[in-house]
């Protein structure tokens, strides 16, 4: 997809964050957008956003209400919106959530609650989707975060959720190559977003020593990285320089990036 001008992109979490500068983006370059979430004000308010990013006039901006993790709504919305627009050349799946707690404390609860919107919504959107996408073609992108590549403490959950990601869109992209539809993984830094802000209020001490060093990207600049990968068709696409070096690091040396980790969570444990 080297040409946007035209075309449809259905964006799950599409009301905030890299959801959002995503979309406005791709409607900047000529798309028609459509973007679900569960919260009818944001989505509204996320509606104008791209209006006003649009390339051309003709290009249609819509929303649904939609909670990902419900199948049954999942395949109602969708169908419905398959109807109203046609079967998208890009999925983008964006809806997330992150609680980093110390394991013990994460209840099944919360950690069954983590893994159905990070990991069951993206199965339920591609199970949902990809029969009309095979149609004629296109491109998901599921979303994952560099701890679907480096578990990190305090992300137990989390990190379960992303990693099975990573692993279910490997799968899939060798399935869906005979059908014309490229399946590429988003695998952010911290990002300054307003899910990013309630991961801060229950990090543990360790977290928050870990990422400390790390650069906060915005959620534009994860956006454009994020469109120059499905430009370039990138399985892994992983923005900002530091977000590449890591995945590197993690390749041929994890033993590296371990002691590094642990050398932080030592000092905070001693009181350093």
């Known amino acids: 997809m080297r040409n946007f001008r035209g075309k ?4 799950t979490g599409g009301s905030s964050g890299i959801g959002l500068s995503a ?6 370059e ?8 569960r919260t ?23 929303f649904y209400l939609l909670d990902v993790t419900d199948p049954a ?3 109602r919305v969708m169908k419905r919106a398959v109807n109203e627009y046609g079967s998208p050349d890009l999925l983008i799946n964006c809806a ?6 110390i394991f013990e404390e994460i209840s099944f609860k919360r950690f069954d609650e983590t893994m ?10 591609c199970s949902e989707m990809v029969p009309y996408m095979k149609e004629k073609g296109g491109t998901i992108v599921n979303t994952s975060s560099m701890c679907g590549f480096i578990g990190v403490f305090g992300y137990t959950d989390y990190s379960a959720s992303k990693y099975a990601v990573v692993g279910f869109s490997e799968a899939l992209r060798s399935e869906m190559k005979q059908h014309n539809i490229d399946v590429l993984v988003l ?13 801060n209020t229950t990090k543990p001490e360790e977290t928050k020593r870990i990422s400390q060093a790390a650069k906060i990207m915005t959620s534009d600049e994860v956006a454009m990285g994020l469109v120059n990968g499905i430009k370039k068709r990138k399985f892994m696409i992983i923005p900002g320089f530091d977000g590449k070096m890591s995945y590197i690091v993690k390749r041929l040396f994890p033993w590296l990036v371990e002691m590094v980790m642990d050398s932080d969570i030592k000092k905070v444990q001693k009181g350093e």
């Open 8 to 11: 449809t992109a259905f964006v």
């Open 23 to 28: 979309a406005r983006l791709l409607a900047s």
């Open 30 to 37: 000529g798309m028609n957008i459509v973007i679900f979430a």
């Open 40 to 62: 009818k004000k944001t989505l509204e308010e996320a509606v104008k956003e791209i209006e006003s990013a649009k390339k051309h006039a003709p290009q249609k901006v819509a």
């Open 73 to 75: 709504a999942v395949k």
């Open 96 to 101: 997330g959530r992150a609680y980093p707690y």
């Open 116 to 125: 159905k919107v990070n990991m069951y919504g993206i199965w339920n959107m």
């Open 187 to 199: 695998c952010p830094p911290d990002t300054d977003t307003p899910g990013y802000q309630v991961e």
